[in-house]
């Protein structure tokens, strides 16, 4: 089946520090593969994605590329904000069509604080 | 667009009692998850809704859990008689479901604690 795993939190960090979150996946087919992030008290906002083999997703500084050799789809950020304080989920999904219908499965989430 | 609407935001309840949570999903989308959060087990997957027929219920966890969908623009899940376990976040998220569309737009949750 279907999983994802994603390194140990929590991950504590200095304003304007680079983060690294690990993400690794074990997948039928060819998946494609999300960053979602939770706020405090919210819920889940879809941050970036890729939907095949050496795409780079980008969203507002975080990048995170879908290397099927490794299947891993790490997510970075070169510079940190105390505002990208959260928790961070990946996520992967097969092919919308037939029986999976897009399911998505979440890795186990990292929690992310950004100190000042 | 208001995006995928939950009500209520915070529910406190005692054991035995029934609980009913709602969701409106986005105009126009076509298919519905429900999950549930909590520490231990993180986030899984209820249920799942498409043109308002459940497609997949393998995540709900027993008969005491429920969900109905009436129509396009409304679903429900309820839990009868509520225990202390099922404490935990429950999201609701929707989707259209067309060619690769694959992003689900969730919902803030509501916080259920059952005493």
């Known amino acids: 089946g279907n999983s994802v795993t994603q390194m140990e939190g929590p991950v504590t960090l200095s304003e304007e520090a680079f983060l690294t979150i690990n993400c690794t996946y074990t997948a039928t087919g060819y998946p494609s593969l999300f960053w979602y992030v939770q706020y405090p008290g919210e819920g889940l906002q879809l941050l970036l994605k890729?939907?095949?083999?050496?795409d780079k997703g980008s969203n507002k500084g975080f990048e995170a590329t879908y290397r099927k050799e490794t299947t891993s789809f790490h997510l970075e950020k070169g510079s940190v904000q105390v505002s990208d304080s959260a928790v961070y989920f990946c996520a992967l999904s097969t092919n919308a069509g037939g029986t999976s219908y897009g399911k998505l499965t979440f890795g186990q989430g990292t929690i992310l604080t950004v100190h000042p | 667009d208001a995006g995928v609407i939950q009500s209520p935001r915070h529910e406190v309840t005692e054991m035995g009692q029934e609980v009913t949570l709602r969701c409106k999903p986005i105009s126009g989308h076509n298919s519905l998850f429900w999950y549930r959060q909590t520490m231990m087990r993180g986030l899984e997957l209820l249920i799942y809704?498409?043109?308002?027929?459940?497609?997949?219920d393998s995540g709900m966890p027993e008969d005491r859990f429920s969900a109905k969908m009436p129509n396009a623009s409304f679903s429900t899940l309820k839990i009868q008689p509520s225990e202390p376990r099922d404490s935990a976040v429950y999201f609701c998220?929707?989707?259209?479901?067309?060619?690769?569309?694959?992003?689900?737009?969730f919902g803030p949750g509501t916080r259920l604690l059952v005493l």
């Open positions: 809704f498409n043109n308002n027929v459940p497609i997949d």
């Open positions: 890729a939907t095949k083999a050496d």
């Open positions: 998220a929707s989707r259209w479901t067309s060619g690769n569309s694959e992003t689900q737009y």
